[in-house]
């Protein structure tokens, strides 16, 4: 039984590999690949769905999202600074506001917003300013508390450097601590943007017109006019990637960046 | 290394006086009326023991705490006054702080030229300009395109000088600024410092470098809760204290190796 630690990390490190690959090969042939191709990746079915994935879905999910990300840094950075204010009952309002939308499933809000407003105040929103609406609403409660924490993990002496050095208040923030503050906010805003992209698959409970059909409606739609299987769903689900993932990249990039520059050496 | 004529740092170096000043947080009182007096070019070290309101004195000059009772007044401008305009008397009141408080997200060169091109609106060559001559003056000329973080904490705490300089200030507040450093960096730091009030610069330091504060502070206050013990020339309070508190505490911080029974 004398095992160095090395050894025992190597036998370690080797029975881990060994059930990875148990369980890919196990997959591998548990699948039914006939049947699979031809009701999840369908080459025709695909084709088919060219190019309106591309110019209306795509585009309009794109567009949804930044509605609602516009909406919700706007909405979010008034909340954040009401988080921070000196005023007590700004504060309260604020928390009330976060802990209210971001409680709520975004479904509710969609709901709420499509069909409960319009009957309550007698109002009719067109769906683009809707759609804006529910986004930004839900998503402002996250920006904001992201905001907040990023401004928030600014060292104090920061602040005082600043003041010191005869800024005012106001110049400190905007020259001294937002801009660390956004180093600091850039992985949440990101983790935000993303969960915007995929919350307007909810625009679907507004009723829509095809010109305004997003990827996921359109997924649906394209199944369930022609039976074409699950292909169409796969296929907006790589457009979803196509979104996500660059987005992902981009802000390591700016990461990477920010920390080559404050790092040592 | 051309331009190394003595320039005068301060033209104008400021007088402070300090009068019956009280802070609190809560119930708990960090100063009970201290009154002090420095003249234009004088050198004053605060010592004492941590949590005798030290840091917090020197904080109340430029308003970074508010004290709720007393006057402060730096020249001919009372700071205590409510209506006046802070960050004007902070534009001619340099601080430099225990952990340097650089911006990290900036050049050397922009963490010395971002408030002169802010605050004093001076334009890019002549902020350069004047930071560049202070850079030499703390001998990191060569550091304007590094990094803070690519700098020794010695390195960084003389850019943190260099900074406050480049306002051009009449009086320097220094709260402990080598505490935070390796020691055989804290050498390069009083040098500078030294240099710095043999110029005509009026410096209020807070500091447990006693060696320090004996050769070139031209007055010592000891402060112990809250209160001034003593104060004196720096030979005097350093060399021959007077009172119980600060022998006890002179004892302590020059021979800290030595046991210290509790008198019975």
């Known amino acids: 039984m004398a095992m160095t630690a090395r050894q025992r990390a190597r036998i370690s490190r080797g029975v881990q590999y060994g059930l990875l690959v148990v369980i890919v090969v ?9 049947t699979l191709i031809s009701r999840a990746l369908n080459p025709s079915v695909m084709a088919q769905q060219f190019p309106q994935i591309i110019t209306v879905a795509l585009k309009n999910t794109l567009i949804y999202t930044a509605l609602g990300f516009v909406a919700g840094m706007s909405g979010g950075i008034l909340l954040a600074l009401m988080r921070l204010s000196s005023v007590a009952p700004y ?29 309550a105040f007698q109002v009719r929103f067109n769906n683009l300013v809707t759609v804006m609406l529910a986004l ?10 992201s905001l ?13 450097a600043a003041r010191s050095l005869g800024m005012s208040h106001a110049r400190a923030m905007v020259t001294i601590i937002i801009p660390q503050a956004l180093r600091i906010v850039l992985p949440p805003l990101t983790n935000e943007v993303i969960l915007l992209a995929k919350d307007s698959s909810l625009v679907y409970l507004l009723g829509m017109t095809v010109a305004q059909y997003e990827l996921t409606k359109f997924g649906r739609e394209a199944i369930s006019g022609t039976g074409a299987g699950l292909t169409p769903l796969v296929l907006a689900g790589v457009c979803y990637l196509i979104i996500t993932v660059p987005l992902g990249l981009l802000a390591r990039y700016f990461e990477t960046r920010a920390d080559a520059r404050s790092a040592r050496k | 290394m051309k331009k190394s004529t003595a320039t005068a740092t301060a033209a104008h170096p400021a007088s402070v006086t300090i009068d019956g000043l009280h802070k609190s947080y809560g119930s708990l009182d960090v100063l009970k009326g201290i009154s002090l007096d420095v003249q234009p070019g004088e050198v004053v070290c605060l010592i004492g023991p941590s949590g005798s309101g030290k840091s917090t004195l020197l904080r109340c000059v430029n308003l970074l705490e508010t004290p709720q009772r007393g006057r402060i007044q730096i020249g001919d401008v009372e700071v205590t006054d409510p209506d006046v305009d802070i960050d004007a008397v902070r534009r001619r009141v340099g601080m ?18 971002v408030a002169q091109r802010k ?47 480049s306002m051009d200030p009449e009086l320097m507040l220094f709260d402990e600024p080598t505490s935070a450093l390796d020691p055989e960096t804290v050498g390069d ?17 807070v500091t447990h470098e006693m060696a320090f504060a004996r050769d070139v502070a031209d007055r010592v206050v000891f402060m112990d809760g809250g209160v001034v013990v003593e104060e004196g020339l720096a030979r005097d309070v350093i060399g021959a204290p007077q009172h119980q508190r600060t022998q006890t505490f002179l004892s302590r911080v020059l021979n800290p190796t030595q046991v210290h029974t509790p008198e019975s």
């Open chain 2, 189 to 205: 730091v009083l040098s500078i410092m030294r240099d710095l009030a043999k110029e005509g610069m009026t410096m209020l330091v």
């Open chain 2, 96 to 113: 430099v702080f225990q952990q340097f408080n650089l911006f990290p997200n900036m050049s050397v060169l922009k963490n010395l030229t």
């Open chain 1, 26 to 34: 196990a997959l591998v042939f548990i699948a039914d690949w006939n």
């Open chain 1, 148 to 160: 907040r924490a990023g401004l928030q993990a600014v060292p104090k002496g920061q602040y005082e």
């Open chain 2, 119 to 165: 605050v004093l609106g001076r334009s890019e060559s002549a902020a350069r300009q004047t930071a560049l001559h202070n850079l030499e003056r703390v001998g990191l000329a060569d550091k304007a395109d590094s990094a803070p973080a690519q700098l020794s904490g010695g390195q960084q705490q003389r850019v943190a000088i260099a900074r406050a300089l």
């Open chain 1, 91 to 119: 504060r309260w309002i604020a928390t009330l506001y976060i802990e209210l939308f971001r409680g709520v499933p975004a479904v509710l809000v969609f709901l709420a917003l499509g069909f409960g407003v319009p009957l």
């Open chain 1, 136 to 145: 930004g609403l839900v998503s402002a409660a996250y920006i904001a508390e």
